[in-house]
């Protein structure tokens, strides 16, 4: 009989939900105001889990909207010193030693792994907004982690995006994507992430620690972590520039 109440209360309660959820449109536009910022300094770290062995790689970025961004990486010693400049849709990397070179990614190259991450070089460098990217649908209730979410498929505005296709679970109260599958136009699973940690801060929601696992690799997974980051910033216009590369 226990179970049977057990149940029927999260009917009842998955019941209410259905009724009270606010559209796609409104779950997406939530998701920007915690995700989306117009200038920010970040501290961050990677932990690569390879097939030989973990890496740890620690970084810092500057960010402008969608178009400017400037990371450098600061360990291990091999690493430190390089650098990666996103201008809208172009990309520099310098690297320091032994070359002291710069080269230029663009187009399709854009969704290489970065340092054998499960990461992009278009993941690292992302703060996109999801009404502007994708249209999208609710597809219902779930709980993750504990949490009640809602559970939205998103399919791409335009072809020439990373993800065509996308389904999230929303944190219903923080307004986060938990958890996420990203898909290929072809219908192909290509990347997996989990947010297990969050934090607020300026009275927004935001990721402490992810999870990416790009399901057309061998290794076991990134571990993403956002050690600090500051939203209120008035960056030099300087820092987006190529000369700043070898500064």
Known sequence: MKKIE???????FSAMLMAQIPSAEE????IDENMVFDQAI???KMVIHGRIGDRTIESKAWSKGND??????LSPAREAGTKMLKTADKLWIYTPEPTDRIITISGHLLRQSVMGSDLSYEDITDNSSM?????????????????N?????LVAKKDDISYYKRKIWVDVERMLPLKEERFAKSGKLLKKTEILEVFQQD????PRHMTFKDMLSRGEGTEYFINSIDFNVDIPE???????LRR
């Open 6 to 12: 057990v149940f029927g209360n999260f009917l009842l």
């Open 27 to 30: 779950i997406l536009k939530k």
């Open 42 to 44: 970040s501290k961050s």
């Open 68 to 73: 400017l961004a400037m990371v450098e990486y």
């Open 131 to 147: 009404i502007e990217s994708y249209n999208a649908k609710v597809l219902g209730t779930e709980t993750i982690f504990e949490r």
């Open 149 to 153: 979410c809602y559970v939205l498929e």
């Open 203 to 206: 009275g927004r929601w935001y």
């Open 238 to 244: 300087y820092i987006f520039t190529k000369a700043a």
